[in-house]
């Protein structure tokens, strides 16, 4: 693991929000993230930036004192999955995620590659992406109903040794109800009430993600695309810590 990395990621993070930073360039990434500061939110660094901007980027974001969700969704056979996992605690990224429908052995894999890591990163798998639907799912022969199959994914991905996963905040209650409340979840797919949903299907509001049981809210579009992106994330986290004080 990286020390630099590790020594200035460390910034007190009063949100739950990872704003999910699909960008083309570093540049537009970076310039990006120079408005935000690393109290406000951690940050996601997907296929689309990773593949332009490389690890570089993750550092330098890091550097900066963010927490970096890499979101690579790794799919692939075991040996491979577990060496890429292996590279992302490298890097030094806070946390990074798998596809659960890799399987058991792949995931024991990658949770096994890193279990000697003094500080790794929080291992996560995709169960159901939230841009999918029954239908959907149909088509690629799955046949339960989505929050089925996002249960059945979610107990494999714990018993194999992980720390939760990305689902959307539809199956959050049921959740946390079967596996318990420190398996974390990750949900994107957050719209605020009048945000257009876009390719999402399987949509919820900030807090009532929250309410329903969400750990971290993963925001792109509704925020990175906004007129404004920083009231828009600043109105985000009003609402979210209102709720919070409203439940201490
Ligand atoms: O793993 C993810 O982050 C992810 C899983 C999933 O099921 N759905 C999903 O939207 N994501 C990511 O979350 C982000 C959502 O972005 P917006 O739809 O713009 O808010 C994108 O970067 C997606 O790649």
Redesign the pocket.
Known sequence: MNPLILENATANVASPV?V?L?FSTADAALAFAARLDPSQCRL?V???LFTAAGPQLVEQLAARGFQV?L?L?FHDIPNTVAHACKMAADIGVWMV?VHASGGRRMMSAAAEALANYSQRPLL?A???????EAADLAEIGITVPPQEHVLRLARLTRDSGFDGV???AQEAPLLKAELGQDFKL?T????LADSAA???RRVMTPVAALQAGADYL????????AVDPLAVLSGINADIRAWQLSQA
Request: charge should be positive; proline fraction near 5%.
């Open positions: 990872l999910a699909d996601k997907g296929k689309e969700f979101d969704k995620n996560i995709v169960t159901v992406l939230t841009s999918m990305v689902c959307s990750v994107p797919g957050i719209r876009d390719d999402q993963v925001i792109g579009r509704p925020i990175t695309k």
